[in-house]
């Protein structure tokens, strides 16, 4: 079994921005998400721990695996959507400058970032992640990533598509369960 975390709230989260693979550390309201997944993830048999090398991840790991006594092993594969040219962006400034833009990619689907990944990339890097975590055995295992890692993650085993991404609420300092 594997078990997908999202990171603690951050200042771009609260503020509704896109941050991406931007380092953004975590802010008060996350730190203490980030402890009270650590609780969680303590009643789990947990055989590993996997994190996204991002600050705000790789920051909830290390609370998560100073409470599980697992070290964390970071993987690039399991980063956040590289958003290109909407990194820093408000969402309601993108909205409101780039309407077309952001109905596509409210839509999903085989949506691209201007300047960065589609969603169907980032798909394949996270499932090829969560394979090799699957084929070394150490199960179960926790991997703490980001909100769009998790959504491409369920669209695939859940086999809804793409198109179900934006359907998919994933709060911050949420555990679930593939």
């Known amino acids: 079994m594997i078990l997908l975390a999202r ?9 509704r921005r896109f941050q991406g693979q931007g380092d953004v550390a975590l802010n008060a309201r996350g730190l203490e998400q980030a402890r009270e997944l650590a ?6 048999p947990l055989a590993a721990l996997y994190a996204s090398p991002i600050r705000r991840a790789r920051e909830t790991a290390e609370i998560v695996a100073e409470a599980v006594g697992l070290e964390p092993r970071f993987d690039p594969r399991f980063a956040e959507t ?17 309407p077309d833009l952001w109905a596509a990619w409210q839509a999903g689907g085989a949506w691209r970032f201007p300047g960065g990944e589609s ?4 798909q394949e890097r996270v499932i090829a992640g969560l394979v090799d975590v699957t084929q070394r055995g150490e199960l179960p295992a926790l991997v703490v990533c980001h909100r769009g890692s998790i959504r491409v993650a369920l669209c695939h085993t859940r086999n809804e598509g793409l198109e179900a991404f934006q359907q998919i609420a994933i709060p911050n300092g949420a555990l679930i369960r593939l």
């Open 39 to 44: 609780q969680l993830a303590v009643q789990e």
């Open 7 to 15: 990171h603690g709230e951050t200042p771009y989260n609260a503020e």
């Open 119 to 122: 969603l169907a990339e980032q």
């Open 82 to 98: 590289d958003v290109g040219d909407w990194q820093d962006l408000l969402f309601d400034d993108v909205e409101r400058e780039h």
